[in-house]
């Protein structure tokens, strides 16, 4: 969107609420308004930033090791004449992750397709199977390799947990594929998987942002992606000025807030020391 | 020297060895202290005790909700506080309804109702406890809960209407309870009925989780959201000593100390040949 | 084009918008569609979908029973396993109507789908999740290794986690573990100084000072507290591994953010392609 269009939204989405407000905000919950204010707060800085990366304005970001090895892992593939497993979580499409390994599959695909190797995307649900087919489709078209595209290289396996680990542990075992990754949403069965990956010697990049699976995927894969830098894999591996732009609003959202934990903190000490000031997690607790 | 050399190559053989040797070492360390216990003595921690305390302080006659969220895979760590808690409640007296977010989670409480309702304290059906069952939807199902919990469930596992089960009389949503434990072994589990229950209504939640959630749990535990945790096997473990009867936790926690013991011993000897290893490059 | 792009995308805008911002709304209809509707729509796509996995999955097996392909047997197992769920879950009961109906069935006491599930089902899944006991011993043989200091305080968080979180911790002396503390200083001044006379009266030293301390305090097992494993341990679960799981934990919940945002935005539109 162009700027002077963007601001004419802006302007006219500013003067629908202010209107609304003085009218007495019906049905509007109160006691909600300071995440309110959180939301198009940290909304405008994301925004702020993207439009910034839209401008031509450059941003650094530091090197992921986990995004480098994703282009070496399919040439180490494409070398050895053997498939890449890419397993893209075990829950739905109404989680983010699982839509960021989607996201990451695209990328993931589009080199393949560059490369000339095979992939081999078995997934958990069957909603996950469209949308990645549609991702894959998508990518080798954009690489002028429709012709490689075979829908059957996303299948579906089962919902069940354990089951689908017991799957992709087999498909590990008999076609040996050069390069295993992980990226989306896993549970108990993330260290199952990785230590498969591991005994067959392939190499291993996971993505997660599962708290717990962080662990073990640290400990079986040759790379991980923590947390943030997985939602971040998308800007680093399309290079897109609006997503670099969001990766770099995301850094100063999380500056804001930890000068508002520092503050907090002092504040609660006064407050709860001397009984000067205010009891400032009354105004930060949400219900 | 040349011995020395000898002992330093044994080092590095057992840190190069084929993992399917570690295997079978777990694997008996594991089985023989099931079929020869030890007898180790437990020593429940706070998060445990506050858990228990939490439980037996409520007034005889209770509500407490019981949410089974786990599945045959995680039973040895989950079933056994599943099993622990329904005796504590009984015990006391309580009623206590009980509920799935997991369809696993139905076959479990039955199994649990079975073993602990039917078989040790002849509780009846109706009156002392009610197997709601399973619904669809994750977080859905304990929002409904928390806003009209008979619009939910219309029926009990049973398929009998929930308007002609007596203790259901007065049960309306979420905040009719008085205490809410959740078995639980991923999502969704302990950390929505957080989100969604116990925090925004005030209700007091406790929860049981596998050892690997506890991380993901600890920090509502601390800011008070959560009345303890059971963690893992040794949480039911412990919670088995507090309501002093013995059970599968119990007994599994002399083959978990052992092969913790064992894994450690292999650290151990890993990292000596790591060094060994390490001087010897540099050597050369 | 049209359909493919622009529609999903402004479906994406509106519902997320709406579940979005209907949070701060205190209007019944609004309220509902956002805690419950919202969900169970899509629950209710997922478990029409299922049946596109499910015909996908088939087609697939049977494709390789058909051309015997590699590993066909494990695809008989699979076609076999599908048919039976079915069989149990729709056609076969087992028991008359008198003791489940139809529906109930499934988690009734006698029926063949709960004996699939009791005797097949069940056991298979504890015997995967069992993997992992083994799993997690040869990766921590393999990962645990004193490379750097970060290593070194991996490795010796995880041990005090290990052996203090089960009761063999309990029954280690904090004497004991003094004295270990003892022997591995004085290795570490060893490599340090390299001369034994200056190693031999720093053990030596510490090792009387333990045994000193233990025969005045009377040897309690669990003082000094500071090293008796399971306090450490608790300790370790409470602040470092707290503070290190919440900083995670705000980490993850920003990029779901900025990651939601840019999905309502219309900005990331790599889920339904370039």
Not at chain 2, 58 to 66: A, H, I, W
Request: hydrophobic letters at 50%; proline letters at 4%; a neutral charge.
């Amino acid at each position: 969107m162009k700027d002077r269009n963007f601001w004419i939204v802006i302007a006219l989405i500013t003067v629908v609420f202010l209107v609304y407000w003085l009218l007495g905000h019906p049905y509007f919950i109160t006691e909600r308004a300071v995440m309110l204010f959180s939301i198009i707060s940290l909304s405008a800085t994301l925004m702020y930033y993207i439009r910034a990366a839209e401008r031509g304005e450059e941003f650094y970001l530091r090197p992921i090791p986990a995004l480098k090895a994703v282009e070496e892992a399919v040439g180490r593939s494409t070398e050895m004449g053997r498939p890449i497993l890419y397993v893209p979580g075990i829950q739905d499409m109404d989680q983010v992750e699982t839509v960021a390994g989607v996201v990451v599959l695209g990328h993931v695909a589009r080199m393949t397709a560059r490369y000339e190797t095979s992939l081999n995307v078995p997934v958990s649900r069957s909603i996950v199977m469209k949308a990645a087919r549609e991702a894959c489709r998508e990518a080798y078209m954009v690489e002028g390799r429709p012709d490689m595209f075979n829908e059957d290289m996303v299948h579906y396996m089962t919902d069940d947990q354990f089951a689908y680990a017991a799957g992709v542990n087999g498909i590990m075992v008999r076609e040996k594929p050069a390069a295993c990754m992980y990226m989306g949403k896993f549970y108990a069965e993330s260290l199952i998987l990785a230590e498969t990956g591991n005994s067959i010697g392939a190499i291993q990049i996971a993505g997660t942002a599962s708290q717990a699976q962080i662990p073990f995927f640290v400990t079986a894969c040759d790379y991980t992606l923590i947390g943030e830098e997985f939602f971040a894999a998308s800007a680093y591996l399309s290079q897109k000025p609006e997503l670099i732009g969001g990766v770099k609003g995301q850094d100063m959202i999380k500056l804001v807030v930890i000068a508002i934990i520092v503050f907090s903190m002092v504040m609660m000490t006064i407050f709860e020391s001397t009984g000067f000031g205010f009891n400032i997690l009354e105004y930060l607790t949400i219900r | 020297m040349s011995r020395l050399n000898k002992i330093e190559d044994i080092f590095l053989k057992i840190g190069s060895v084929d993992r399917r040797w570690i295997f079978i070492i777990i694997a008996i360390v594991v089985i023989v202290p099931i079929l020869v216990p030890i007898g180790l003595p437990i020593r429940a921690t706070d998060t445990s005790k506050k858990v228990y305390d939490a439980i037996e302080a409520l007034p005889k006659g209770s509500n407490v909700l019981l949410s089974i969220e786990y599945s045959p895979s995680t039973k040895p760590e989950n079933h056994p506080m599943t099993i622990s808690i329904m005796r504590h409640l009984f015990r006391n007296n309580q009623k206590v309804y009980i509920t799935c977010l997991w369809p696993d989670g139905q076959f479990m409480a039955q199994d649990a109702l079975k073993q602990v309702a039917e078989g040790e304290f002849n509780k009846i059906y109706g009156e002392d406890y009610v197997l709601l069952g399973y619904r669809p939807g994750g977080e859905a199902v304990v929002k409904g809960i928390v806003s009209n919990i008979r619009k939910l469930f219309s029926v009990d596992a049973r398929q009998t209407k929930v308007d002609d089960i007596p203790m259901m009389d007065g049960i309306t949503n979420f905040k009719d309870f008085d205490f809410l434990f959740s078995a639980s072994a991923g999502y969704p589990g302990t950390i929505e009925w957080v989100q969604y229950a116990a925090d925004p209504t005030g209700v007091p939640m406790s929860s049981g989780v596998t050892s690997i959630q506890v991380n993901e749990v600890m920090p509502y535990v601390q800011s008070g959201q959560m009345v303890g945790v059971l963690a893992g096997m040794p949480g039911a473990a412990e919670y088995e000593s507090l309501i002093n009867q013995k059970g599968s936790a119990t007994s599994g926690m002399d083959a978990q100390s052992v092969a913790h013991l064992v894994i450690v011993l292999f650290i151990v000897l890993g990292n000596i040949s790591f060094f060994i290893e390490r001087k010897r490059s540099k050597k050369y | 084009m049209f359909w493919k792009r622009q529609i999903p995308i402004f479906i994406v805008t509106v519902i997320g918008s709406i579940t979005l911002f209907g949070w701060f709304i205190d209007q019944p209809n609004v309220k509902e569609f956002v805690g419950d509707d919202a969900t169970q729509w899509f629950d209710v796509l997922a478990s029409f979908a299922i049946i596109l996995g499910a015909l996908n999955l088939i087609k697939l097996q049977l494709q390789k029973v058909l051309y015997q392909k590699p590993g066909w047997l494990y695809s008989v197992v699979a076609v076999f396993g599908f048919v039976f769920a079915i069989i149990a879950g729709f056609f076969v009961k087992g028991v008359d109507d008198s003791v489940a109906q139809w529906g109930a069935h499934v988690t009734s006491d006698g029926t063949l789908f709960k004996w699939m599930f009791d005797y097949v089902f069940s056991p298979m899944s504890a015997t995967m999740f069992s993997l992992l006991a083994f799993f997690v011993a040869s990766a921590s043989y393999r990962a645990f290794r004193i490379r750097n200091f970060e290593a070194t305080l991996l490795l010796a968080s995880g041990i005090i986690i290990m052996v203090g979180r089960v009761p063999i911790g309990g029954i280690i002396s904090s004497w004991f573990i003094m004295y270990l503390i003892v022997l591995c200083l004085g290795i570490y001044v060893n490599s340090l100084k390299q001369d034994m006379k200056i190693t031999f009266v720093f053990v030596a030293v510490g090792v009387s000072v333990v045994t000193i301390g233990g025969f005045i305090t009377g040897w309690p097992i669990d003082q000094p507290g500071i090293f008796y494993l399971p306090s450490i341990q608790e300790w370790i679960y409470y602040y470092p591994n707290v503070a290190g799981a919440r900083a995670i934990m705000i980490g993850i919940g920003l990029g779901i953010f900025a990651t939601s945002i840019r999905y309502i935005l219309g900005i990331e539109r790599s889920y339904i392609g370039e």
